[in-house]
Structures are given as structure tokens and as C-alpha cells.
């Protein structure tokens, strides 16, 4: 077994299917093979120098502005060799007066999490996390509630799509103090920006669910354990030439969305019998491009998950583009060398072991996508699990305080996040669910039963905090669906998703309706926050990236069309007055 290896049981048979919805877990077709590679092609553009992986001189023409930076100085070194204490003893008029140091607060510090707001919240920073599975503590809970409680206003926290907390409003001389107090509770924040592996997800009901095919947890523990080398820093996986996501798929329902992920896990036997994952590899969503995983005709066995996380990565550090950032995600690389030649590069770096070629897969085809919203049993016996609703993810302090109660009191101490921005409550007891569901923050906040729009409603960060985003989203998303479900009913939930700007942070090609902010023209012709219109994504192995469907619509004139679009497209009826005035 390789040094990476951890020995795992095979999970127990798969549960009887629940048959509906086509889930069909076969991915989108590689693309064909180009020309043969050049072997040259396939030397290493990085080397090791002094315990750090940089791009070679030859290979350093064309590169993009945050590759020089990362050449000046390895962002890591910011945290292995301690430079955050000093650049946290200095003022902004200090930092402003260098290249070097503003270089530090708008590119390097996000190797820590760290994100400057320069653009609407000047000398303030959001913190992303590491929270593999979507998995936290009461106790970890607290301390994040009692650090952005000291920022006021400017403090707040938001579940990501990533399974993850996102905090908002330090500042840069609390950071050593905030990093130590994250390690004290189990948790980093190390990693999760910038050209780095992001937060590994899993199934939010894993080892709770009476249907799973396999515990998540062990694995995205594992994954980030060994990305951040235990949260020391691990600078061989640190120098990517673009973001990185990670899925361990576990549920038959696919909460994990392995299609839109760079390496996804999905469960399968191998001829023998053994356990293991079958590899989806490229999946990913950027500005000017969107592209599903494909296969990579490989399978690895459940002692091989890190082994093999390990190749892929480095394939693509060795080899991936450092040009035009919108051409560096790990497809590019893939559509380039061809599938077979990048399995090819995959498996040398695989110390001698050879892949296999993809096995059965244990995800169901015929497959009803449940309900993790509300109260449903647990597979241990007298357990449930609560599924609560959180308004397009964003969370105060005092809620914070409150959940983390709540997980005390009527549970086992533990919180799961989800991709969809909400939050499951496991381990409670049966007898204690009544009381539980009686709690003033699940009547009056964060409901178990939302309406059909708004449980699945998403949104992204939005200009109130990122610099990046054309338009408002949270608030403006919540408004919308409100107006919207005055005028009309739906049968079935209907997933939209916001995003801000064309980075897709929101999602919006996974969503039924998507909205992508941009600058609109109103009725007189003047600039005003507008969205691009999508529609028809699906989620599942049957996924499908929704399509344009109307540019450049003024938020102000949403309302209507979305009505119209529900009706023509989800089966909603109009309600009437008296349902109104009801």
C-alpha cells in the first residue's frame, strides 16, 4: 500500500432503489484525441527550490500578472515562515506605499483564505475556510460567531456552495490572533484560495444516511489533511495554475455534483468485487467557459483515494498552462494533451502502480433525487436528522450562537453545511424533535419547511462585498422569489440560483433559472444592474448545463418575466386575489 494509502472497509451492499428521475451516471464524452504529444510537451514546467515548486526560466514568457507575483515571493512563505505577524503589525499606509506588500494583501494572503474587499470594503478582508464534507462543531461555530461579532455590522458569516464558511469583516491585525484561535477549535483557513485544491465536498447525510453508498467523510478528511499536510502547509500542492475543486460522491441523489468538479470520486466495484471510485476528471465553470467532467476511464480502489488526488495534481502543476487565466483550469490541459495521454501522465506519476480500466458504477440510474429539508430518520435507530433552510446562506452571530445551541442541545454538537447553502442538524433524538422544530429560530428564521421557491433559492456574494460583482444579489434574490410566489404557485421546487458577475461563483448553469449579473439598458436607455437569463440546468449524472435564454434584463423588470417563464416552462399556476388577500 502506497505511503498515501489508508486502508478502508467496502461499504455495505447498496439499499434498495427508489426509482423516478433518470440519474443516469454516465458523464458527458471525452473529447477525441489530438495529434501525437510532443515528448517535450510533457517535461515538467515547475521545480523544487528550497522546499518550494516554481516555473522554470523557459517556461516563464506570457505568463499571467499572478504567476509573476507568485514568482517574487510563494505566497506560502506568508504562513510557513511566519510573515503574516509582521504584515499584520503594519498600517494600510504602510502596506500601499510597496508593491511587494499591496501584492501581499490582494493576491498572496488568499493562499491563507484571506480576501481583500478593496474595492467596497477597503482594509477588510473575508476569511474562507477549510471544512471538509461540510462537517463542524458547536464549538467551532462559536468561536467564528465571536469573531465576526467584534466587526458589527461588517461581521457576518455565509454558507458557500462548496459546503463552507465564509466569514466577513477582519481585519488584517487580528489575523495571527484568528489563525490561532481557528487551530485551537480544528479548523484552517490554509489553502482555500487562490491556485489551490478548494474545500473537498461530500454527502451531507454521510454515515446518517439510510441510503448511502459510502461514508464521505473519511475520504475529504483524508483529502484535506493531506492538501494542507495537516494544516502546516503543503507547498508541492500550493502552486497550481488555477483553482482546483474535489468531490467524494457517497449518494445515489448526487448532493456532491461531481460534473462540475475537477476530480470527482463516484463509488464502484472493480471485477473482484473490491470497492473503489471510478475518476470524472475537467469539470469546472469560469467566465468564458463551462465544461462538464468526462471520464477518465480509470478506477482506484478506497486505499488509493490520495494516491491518485496526488497524480492528478501534480500532472497538472507539471504541465498545466500559466498564460491567459482563463485558459489554466485542468480541461484546457485535458483537451490539449487528450485524454489518454493526460491518463497516461496521471498513472506515471502513480509510483508504479497501473489504474484500472473504469468498473460498474454503484450509483443508481433510476434514481428520485430526496429531500434533505425538514425532519427525516437517520439509519440509526431512534435518530433523525433536521434540514433547515438558511436565506440564501447568510448568517449573523448571534444565529451563529443559536445553531450551535441547538446542535448541543437537541443533537450531538454537530453541524452540516450543503452545497445549497443550508444546514442539517443530525443526531436527534426522536423524542426531541417536536421541541427542536418549536424553537424560535426555526419558526421565525431559518424554517425546516420553506416554500418550494425558496428552498432551493442560491446566491452568490454579491457587490456588498465582492468587487467583483456587476450586481446585488442576496437581498435582490430573496425579493424577487417573494414578489414572484405572490403571483404565482408552483407543484415542485424550482432551483434559482444568482450570481453576480460571469465567474459563476451562484452556479447558475446547474440551476433551473440562473441569473448572472451585467449592466443593462433600461427603457430610457441608461445603464442599470441588469441579469443574463438561463435556463434548463440539471443536477444529477443526467446533468445538463442550462442555456441563455434571455440578455440584458433589468433587475427591475425581473418579476414578470420569471412569472411568465414558471408558467410557460414548470407548470405554475397564477393565484388570485383572494389567495393574495388569503
Not at 483537451?335 to 480500466?357: H, P, T, W
Not at 468498473?359 to 440509526?380: A, F, I
Not at 425558496?454 to 467583483?468: E, S
Amino acid at each position: 500500500m502506497s505511503s498515501f494509502a489508508v486502508r478502508f472497509l467496502a461499504p455495505p451492499c447498496c439499499p434498495s432503489s427508489r426509482s423516478k428521475t433518470l440519474l443516469c451516471a454516465t458523464p458527458t464524452v471525452a473529447p477525441a484525441a489530438p495529434d501525437a504529444v510532443e515528448a517535450s510537451r510533457l517535461e515538467p514546467r515547475v521545480e523544487e527550490r528550497d522546499g518550494y515548486w516554481v516555473l522554470k526560466e523557459e517556461y516563464r514568457g506570457g505568463i499571467s500578472p499572478q504567476e509573476k507575483v507568485k514568482l517574487e515571493k510563494d505566497p506560502m512563505k506568508l504562513f510557513m515562515e511566519g510573515g503574516i505577524e509582521d504584515l499584520a503589525k503594519m498600517s494600510l499606509e504602510e502596506i500601499e506605499s510597496s508593491k511587494h506588500t499591496k501584492d501581499d494583501i490582494d493576491v498572496r494572503l488568499k493562499w491563507l483564505g484571506l480576501f481583500h474587499r478593496r474595492k467596497h470594503h477597503y482594509g477588510r478582508f473575508m476569511m474562507r475556510l477549510k471544512l471538509p464534507n461540510g462537517v463542524t462543531t458547536s464549538a467551532q461555530t462559536r468561536y467564528l460567531a465571536s469573531v465576526i461579532r467584534k466587526y458589527g455590522k461588517d461581521g457576518c458569516a455565509d454558507v458557500t456552495t462548496r459546503q463552507n464558511w465564509q466569514i466577513r469583516g477582519v481585519v488584517l491585525p487580528d489575523v495571527p490572533e484568528i489563525l490561532k484561535g481557528l487551530a485551537e477549535v480544528g479548523l484552517t483557513s490554509l489553502q482555500s484560495g487562490m491556485d489551490n485544491v478548494r474545500n473537498p465536498v461530500g454527502n451531507p447525510l454521510a454515515g446518517i444516511d439510510p441510503d448511502e453508498i459510502v461514508d464521505t467523510r473519511p475520504y475529504n478528511n483524508l483529502l484535506s489533511q493531506f492538501i494542507t499536510a495537516n494544516s502546516r502547509g503543503n507547498p508541492a500542492m500550493s502552486n497550481l495554475p488555477r483553482k482546483w475543486n474535489v468531490c467524494v460522491v457517497g449518494s445515489h441523489d448526487l448532493f456532491e455534483h461531481p460534473h462540475i468538479n475537477d476530480l470527482a470520486y463516484m463509488p464502484a466495484n472493480n471485477k473482484d468485487g473490491r470497492f473503489g471510485f471510478n475518476l470524472l476528471v475537467g469539470g469546472f465553470f469560469s467566465a468564458k467557459r463551462c465544461a462538464e467532467a468526462i471520464p477518465l476511464d480509470a478506477w482506484v480502489s478506497a486505499d488509493d483515494v490520495i494516491p491518485v488526488c496526488k497524480a492528478v495534481l501534480e500532472t497538472y502543476r507539471d504541465l498545466g498552462f500559466r498564460g491567459n487565466r482563463q485558459k489554466t483550469r485542468m480541461m484546457w490541459l485535458i483537451d490539449e494533451l487528450g485524454i489518454e495521454v493526460f491518463r497516461s501522465e496521471v498513472e506515471k506519476r502513480m509510483a508504479g502502480k497501473e489504474l484500472e480500466r473504469a468498473q460498474e458504477d454503484l450509483v443508481k440510474k433510476q434514481w428520485e433525487r430526496r429531500e434533505y429539508l425538514g425532519v427525516h430518520p437517520q439509519k440509526q435507530e431512534g435518530i433523525s436528522y433536521v434540514g433547515i433552510h438558511i436565506p440564501v446562506g447568510r448568517v449573523e452571530a448571534d444565529e451563529m450562537d443559536e445553531l450551535a445551541r441547538l446542535a448541543d442541545e437537541y443533537g450531538s454538537g454537530e453541524l452540516r453545511l450543503t452545497v445549497e447553502q443550508n444546514i442539517i442538524i443530525p443526531n436527534v433524538e426522536n423524542s426531541k424533535v417536536e421541541a427542536l422544530l418549536k424553537e424560535t429560530l426555526l419558526k421565525e428564521r431559518f424554517s425546516p419547511e420553506p416554500s418550494l421557491l425558496m428552498k432551493t433559492l442560491v446566491a452568490c456574494t454579491g457587490n456588498q462585498f465582492c468587487g467583483q460583482a456587476i450586481i446585488e444579489t442576496k437581498a435582490r434574490a430573496l425579493k424577487v422569489t417573494k414578489e414572484v410566489e405572490r403571483q404565482v404557485g408552483v407543484s415542485r421546487p424550482v432551483r434559482m440560483h444568482w450570481t453576480g458577475c460571469p465567474n459563476t461563483c451562484g452556479q447558475v448553469q446547474v440551476a433551473d433559472i440562473g441569473f448572472m449579473g451585467c449592466m443593462a439598458k433600461d427603457e430610457n436607455g441608461k445603464s442599470t444592474e441588469g441579469v443574463d437569463i438561463f435556463l434548463g440546468g440539471r443536477i444529477g449524472s443526467d446533468s445538463h448545463l442550462a442555456e441563455l435564454y434571455k440578455k440584458g434584463v433589468p433587475c427591475k423588470d425581473l418579476v414578470p418575466i420569471v412569472v411568465d417563464i414558471l408558467l410557460k416552462h414548470f407548470g405554475a399556476v397564477q393565484r388570485n386575489r383572494e389567495e393574495e388577500e388569503d
